[in-house]
């Protein structure tokens, strides 16, 4: 109220001095004398013109006068209604003040308009209206929208509100005073506060002021309606009937609805000539339809085509471009295709194992691919071959001959060769009959002794058993000090002679099976030393081979001469007539392979340089010949002349083991890529038949001494026995026919078949394999 009153007196200070003022000021004297003037009543205003004067009421009138709270709220208007006798009192005298004050500025100014003298001589004004009080329970704006209630907010901001944890107040209201905390109170409090306060459950806290609000049933049923994901508004109907405001059918609208012409169902002159001339320039060819002048314009925009040579230029070498050799059709696109296949149709380590190691042999393949699976056809990346295949095609386009060729009928009887049927071609072994176990570890080398009676094995568990064939029982087992390469039995049936490799010796040992004579007269042969006294063995020899006798614990086991070599011994071979036999050493380089004589206690070193990686050696049966294979290629030297008379080239990676035919004039060839080599030595230096009958390495081949056929042993478990048949006749090629395919070898560690060896009299095979076992077919 105070705040009011000095604002009263501050008014009338200024009428005071206004009215105070010399007539040069009467302008502004009568614009406030305006502003000052009563309103009239009601029913004296009744016109709208403009540039009529009209009635104001002075804010110092008594009926202008509010009352408003602290906050500035409006609470009534000042008149009887209120309650205080002193402001009563101060509100009379601050009117009579004003009464007096417009007295006097009438009497000061003397040109006044009529309506305000008559206002001031009759000194009644008109009373408004009475407004409603208001009631205190109820809010101000309960029922519109205000933006008072922003002052008791805060005012930092959309900020993190954890920066005021520090300080005793939240932020600032509207006039920059702090907004204080409300006191905390601990967790006893919260707790006799949730037990005695009934609306300490639906009490919030509000993060912008601290404060804690409670929430009305309104406000509850609100939340309630939003958590069950319903629509807020509770009078808001959601299964109310549909109002179609716009129609789905389709209206025919016409624009006019004039009916036709009469002449235009005659048909018009102009138009027939011009219809019968373009009937007769298309007649005449001097006009095209749109169909053919589109086609036109297609061949024009396609490929363009020219002639290299005059002879393309005639109507029926043209021909040719017309009925070419249709392509085959390919297969409809399976699951296995597919960029997402189902789980059956991806490959496991199995089949991809398989599938990989086919990769010389696609063809055999089950899938020319391997199927992938991907999330999506986005992530399904570019053919890798793509630029590859395309260079191809360009390049065979590029080299085509141009001609034409003619399709060709051909039979599929007449490409493949008539052949025998193996039926004709017996005998030969079919079944397995014995299995020989007794080692530990894999068998690596087989021989048989040239009556057939006995066989001897040796293994990597460092053991030489000596086998009967016809009972498989092992008879003697000599162990050694190392492992066990190579053993080969001695080829004259008059010595009892087995030749072991064992690491980096070479034993010479007496098996004592057979007949007790020949036992003695072998053990009678090897004892006695020659004298070598003639013969000066030079230095390169010495160092690279010793020869001694076996001390008498070896001597026990039936070894009876040692032949020490400087690197280890992978093959062993003997002679035809069993005096001389041959070792190799991979890694002896230029002394690699060695010849030793029996009878004389020699050895001696045929090559001075080695040409390459020396892999196994063979002696010819009949002629004065040695073979020596390498990683590619095989020498044949004649040892008596000394020199290389013929180059073998088999176009193989490596090498694996060879045999020769028992009349001399062909050789077979083992590789580790997979194939077999025949070759003919008075034929031609390459092979005359190369046979891909293994799916892996083939380790070794065999010749059968008396009937013609041989075998070969693989990785893939099998071994194969083939019809070999050597004409006497030189104009009369080689038949070679595959018979049968034996495989009962079990797998170990990528390992199959190791050796393969026939008995010197019947048409058996045997074999040794990884899995510790020999194997007798018959």
């Excluded at 064939?469 to 000090?481: D, H, K, L, M, P």
């Amino acid at each position: 109220m105070a705040k009011k009153q000095d604002r009263k007196r501050k008014v009338k200070d200024e009428a005071t001095n206004d009215g105070a003022s010399g007539s040069d000021q009467s302008d502004n004297a009568e614009e406030e004398e305006d502003l000052l003037q009563t309103v009239k009543e009601p029913g004296e205003d009744s016109t709208d013109d403009e540039g009529i004067d009209q009635e104001y009421q002075s804010d110092s009138s008594e009926d202008l006068e509010f009352e408003s709270d602290e906050e500035g709220n409006y609470v009534g208007r000042k008149g009887g209604q209120q309650e205080s006798s002193d402001e009563e009192e101060v509100d009379e005298e601050e009117e009579d003040d004003d009464d007096d004050d417009d007295e006097e500025e009438g009497g000061k100014v003397e040109d006044k308009p009529t309506t305000s003298s008559k206002a001031e001589t009759n000194n009644e004004v008109a009373p408004l209206p009475a407004l409603p009080a208001r009631d205190p329970s109820k809010q101000e704006y309960e029922d519109s929208d205000t933006s008072d209630e922003e002052d008791i907010r805060n005012t930092v901001g959309n900020i993190p509100m954890h920066w005021y944890d520090e300080y005793k107040h939240i932020g600032y209201d509207w006039d920059g005073n702090k907004i204080i905390k409300p006191i905390k109170g601990d967790q006893i409090d919260d707790f006799l506060r949730k037990i005695e306060d009934p609306d300490f459950w639906r009490t919030v806290k509000d993060p912008q002021t601290g404060q804690e609000v409670v929430l009305s049933d309104a406000d509850i049923a609100l939340i309630k309606r939003i958590n069950s994901a319903r629509i807020p508004n509770a009078e808001h109907e959601e299964y109310e009937p549909w109002i179609e405001w716009f129609t789905s059918e389709v209206e025919k609208m016409p624009i006019k609805n004039v009916p036709d012409h009469k002449r235009s169902f005659l048909p018009s002159v102009s138009e027939k000539k011009r219809v019968s001339r373009m009937v007769h320039a298309l007649k005449m060819g001097w006009m095209k339809t749109t169909e053919e002048v589109e086609r036109e314009k297609q061949q024009k925009r396609g490929p363009k085509f020219y002639m290299l040579w005059e002879t393309d230029t005639g109507r029926e070498q043209m021909r040719r471009i017309h009925d070419p050799v249709s392509a085959p059709k390919r297969d409809l696109p399976g699951h296995a295709e597919s960029y997402n296949p189902p789980p059956e149709y991806l490959f496991d380590e199995k089949e991809t194992k398989q599938w990989l190691k086919l990769k010389d042999e696609p063809h055999k393949r089950k899938l020319h691919f391997m199927p992938q699976k991907f999330k999506s056809l986005r992530e399904v990346p570019a053919y890798s071959r793509y630029l590859r295949e395309r260079f191809l095609r360009c390049l065979d386009l590029y080299l085509c001959p141009r001609a034409k060729r003619v399709k060709l009928n051909i039979d599929a009887e007449y490409l493949i060769p008539k052949l025998p049927s193996p039926r004709d071609l017996q005998p030969f072994p079919t079944v397995e009959s014995l299995v020989y176990r007794g080692h530990t570890d894999l068998v690596r080398s087989v021989s048989v002794e040239p009556k057939g009676e006995y066989m001897v094995s040796g293994s990597d568990d460092k053991t030489v058993k000596i086998w009967e064939i016809a009972t498989g029982r092992c008879i003697r087992t000599i162990e050694t000090e190392d492992v066990v390469r190579c053993v080969a039995w001695c080829p004259n049936a008059k010595l009892s002679i087995i030749a072991v490799a064992t690491g980096s010796r070479l034993l010479l040992v007496n098996p004592k099976v057979g007949d007790k004579l020949l036992i003695k007269k072998t053990d009678d042969l090897l004892a006695e030393e020659p004298s070598n006294q003639d013969i000066i063995d030079n230095e390169r020899i010495k160092t690279a081979v010793q020869w001694s006798t076996a001390e008498a614990a070896e001597q026990e086991k039936g070894v009876r001469v040692i032949i020490n070599h400087f690197k280890p011994i992978r093959q062993v071979t003997w002679h035809g007539r069993g005096d001389y036999l041959a070792t190799v050493m991979p890694e002896g380089a230029n002394r690699s392979a060695l010849i030793h004589q029996l009878s004389k206690r020699r050895s001696q070193i045929p090559f001075s340089k080695s040409k390459g990686l020396i892999q196994c050696v063979l002696f010819h049966p009949v002629k004065p010949c040695f073979f020596v294979a390498t990683q590619h290629n095989i020498r044949i030297y004649d040892l008596v002349k000394q020199e290389l008379i013929k180059k073998l080239l088999t176009n193989s990676k490596w090498i694996s083991g060879m045999s020769i035919h028992p009349k001399g004039d062909n050789l077979l060839v083992s590789t580790y890529d997979k194939k077999m080599l025949w070759f003919d030595l008075d034929l031609s230096t390459k092979p005359y038949q190369t046979m891909r009958l293994h799916r892996n390495a083939v380790r070794s081949v065999a010749f059968h001494l008396r009937y013609p056929l041989f075998a070969s042993g693989s990785d893939d478990q099998a071994v194969i026995v083939s019809h070999g048949m050597v004409y006497n006749d030189l104009l009369q090629n080689p038949l070679i026919v595959p018979l049968k395919k034996l495989q009962t070898h079990e797998k170990r560690d990528d390992f199959g078949v190791l050796d393969v060896c026939w008995h010197p009299v019947q048409p058996w095979v045997f074999s040794t394999g990884a899995d510790c076992t020999i194997r007798l077919y018959t």
